[in-house]
């Protein structure tokens, strides 16, 4: 079996190595056409081969990344991570983070002080024990107009809508059915997100966090709120 450092959003590697919900979702959705930000996920091999080449270091259980330039090598030439020219945003996606850590970063991907800098401190946050993970969400930045979460639920007349402080409900849209025009333009964007997302994943309550840039409603997470039956 092959051993990956890395994986794309859209490739269908994230679950089978063990990423989180979180992100095998978002891969699965990317995979599947629905607009998610382009990126991928530094998976849990990653962190161990920069611990076996002594490219991070643990010192009191803090994550120190002496020599930025070699963390960048590993990551661009090692194992060749594709190169993002848009400043990105870091997330982790391990449970357990300190809520004391800021949860994610915009980092300038070709700058190595910065990149070190932020996945030394997401990296510092995961579970100090062998057993925990460390995988990291690495995604292109978009503009942000617009932004908030949805709840959608198969065989639902209507989806929960919050954004701006506001509890709205809309209409499902079914089949191949248009928008209405009378909504704003994000809003009718959203509704085709979240037909998509029930076209793709199915029977389920579907929590979902989206952000609109004034031309494309995007696709942040998805969990499934579903108690299994």
Same mark, same amino acid.
């Given at each position: 079996m092959a051993l990956y450092h890395f994986a794309w959003l859209g490739s269908k590697r994230a679950k089978k190595n063990g990423v989180t919900e979180k992100g095998w979702r978002?891969?699965?959705?990317?995979?599947?056409?629905?607009?998610?930000?382009?990126?991928?996920?530094? &998976? @849990?091999?990653?962190y161990w081969l920069a611990v076996h080449e002594a490219?991070?270091?643990?010192?009191?259980?803090?994550?120190?990344i002496p020599s930025p330039p070699a963390l960048f090598d590993l990551l661009y030439t090692a194992v060749r991570f594709p190169? &993002? @020219?848009?400043?990105?945003i870091i997330r982790p996606l391990f449970t357990g983070v300190d809520t004391a850590v800021p949860p994610q970063f915009a980092v300038p991907m070709a700058d190595p002080v910065a990149l070190a800098a932020a996945i030394g401190q997401l990296w510092q946050a995961a579970p100090p024990d062998d057993t925990g993970r460390h995988d990291l969400l690495i995604q292109e930045m978009v503009a942000i107009e617009v932004e908030g979460t949805a709840v959608t639920a198969a065989n639902q007349p209507t989806d929960t809508i919050v954004y701006a402080e506001n509890a709205i409900t809309l209409p499902q849209l079914t089949g191949w059915r248009r928008p209405d025009a009378a909504h704003p333009d994000h809003l009718r964007r959203l509704q085709q997100l979240l037909r998509g997302v029930r076209r793709t994943f199915g029977v389920g309550e579907w929590q979902v966090q989206w952000m609109d840039d004034g031309r494309?409603?995007?696709?942040?997470?998805?969990?499934?709120?579903s108690t299994p039956a």
């Open positions: 978002l891969d699965m959705a990317a995979r599947a056409g629905l607009p998610a930000p382009n990126g991928g996920i530094l &998976l @849990d091999n990653f490219v991070v270091r643990m010192v009191d259980g803090h994550a120190h190169q &993002l @020219d848009k400043p990105c494309v409603c995007w696709l942040l997470h998805i969990l499934n709120n």
